[in-house]
């Protein structure tokens, strides 16, 4: 185990993931991102992400809930801490997704600021291995 | 002339079950647009920050930088507005009755009527935002209870003074105008009171609120 901090980045808006991506090794230089915007089958995509990994899941992707994913999730990855992101999220989908196990769920931070904030509140920095970065 | 006491019962059902599919389409449509909407621009929005990391800019640069910041803040006040609006259609009401007087604290009453015993019979959300709209502050209120109603007016602030009617027509009609104003608030509180059986209207340099009410005995 290092202390590297692992993040998935789950999104189908291709543009939006690889900004994330940039905010992020901005924020957490020795963070390792992987972005995965294809949601089909991505319990098992997940199978080598690092343990304790932290998942940002978007809401909506393509078309699909991403709040339906997150019992399935759950099952496979149970060390998974998952956040479902949303554009515009309600108090309804909030609670939703918490009980279907996201570790929380939250509205996209909009700056360079609120990620920051945002991701050092979530990352457990010694608890998390390593990955290299990639695009799934 | 065709009235709806003459038109077949069919006609009518199927007349109220497209008034039901409009305005089901109109808050898919709501719904639809603050949010897909929202990815983007948060794109654009972090991807201006990191390039004016990246690369110092020139003068030129600089007033373009800060014209697409302009711009980008334009836009997302727009969008913010539009989803208060989704929101406020969709938000789950309280519904147990409020005193009155729990609903007006903070804020100076002017009436002759008796208000201790009024409950009223929306979610106080709906009217304590408005007054927020208007004001962070203390306001001046004028008071008149009906039989099963209360009416409330207070002076709107001096940038919307002229605005006259309904606020969500005012804001849907004109995002540009209004969405930075109390207007877009107001809209989201004229929603919600309207989803109660109350009501919310701009005229004469004051804001109304027709809230349903009832004595207490």
């Known amino acids: 185990?290092?202390?590297?901090?692992?993040?998935?980045?789950?999104?189908?808006?291709?543009?939006?993931?690889l900004?994330?991506?940039?905010?992020?090794?901005q924020v957490v230089p020795d963070a390792t991102v992987a972005i995965m915007t294809d949601p089909r089958a991505l319990a098992q995509r997940l199978v080598e992400t690092p343990l304790g990994s932290l998942v940002l899941l978007d809401h909506n992707l393509d078309g699909r809930d991403g709040i339906e994913l997150l019992p399935l999730l759950a099952a496979e990855r149970s060390d998974l801490r998952v956040v479902l992101l949303s554009a515009a999220l309600t108090e309804t989908n909030r609670l939703r997704a918490l009980a279907a196990g996201a570790y929380d769920a939250v509205e996209k931070p909009s700056s360079v600021a609120e990620w920051r904030s945002f991701v050092t509140a979530l990352l457990d920095m010694a608890a998390v291995p390593a990955a290299r970065s990639q695009v799934a | 002339m065709v009235t709806a006491e003459r038109m077949p019962e069919s006609l009518i059902e199927q007349l109220a079950l497209l008034d039901d599919t409009s305005d089901n389409l109109l808050g898919s449509f709501l719904r639809t647009v603050s949010h897909d909407l929202k990815t983007p621009l948060l794109t654009v929005s972090l991807a201006l920050e990191l390039l004016g990391d990246a690369f110092p800019a020139d003068d030129r640069g600089r007033v373009a930088r800060e014209a697409l910041t302009s711009g980008m803040r334009d836009l997302e006040g727009m969008l913010d507005a539009v989803t208060g609006v989704s929101r406020a259609r969709r938000r789950i009401l309280r519904d147990e009755p409020t005193s009155l007087v729990d609903v007006l604290t903070g804020h100076m009453v002017i009436s002759d009527d008796e208000v201790s015993r009024v409950l009223t019979r929306v979610d106080a959300r709906s009217v304590t935002e408005a007054f927020s709209a208007l004001s962070g502050g203390l306001l001046n209120l004028r008071l008149d209870v009906r039989d099963d109603s209360v009416a409330i007016s207070a002076a709107l602030p001096e940038a919307i003074v002229e605005?006259?009617?309904?606020?969500?027509?005012?804001?849907?009609g004109s995002l540009t105008q209004y969405a930075d104003t109390p207007v877009a608030k107001l809209a989201a509180c004229e929603v919600l009171l309207t989803r109660q059986g109350g009501a919310l209207r701009c005229g004469g340099g004051r804001l109304w609120l027709q809230i349903p009410a009832v004595i207490a005995e």
Request: net charge negative.
């Open chain 1, 19 to 25: 900004i994330v991506r940039l905010v992020l090794h």
């Open chain 1, 1 to 17: 185990m290092t202390s590297t901090p692992s993040v998935v980045i789950v999104d189908d808006e291709v543009d939006h993931a």
């Open chain 2, 163 to 172: 605005l006259d009617g309904s606020c969500v027509a005012a804001l849907l």
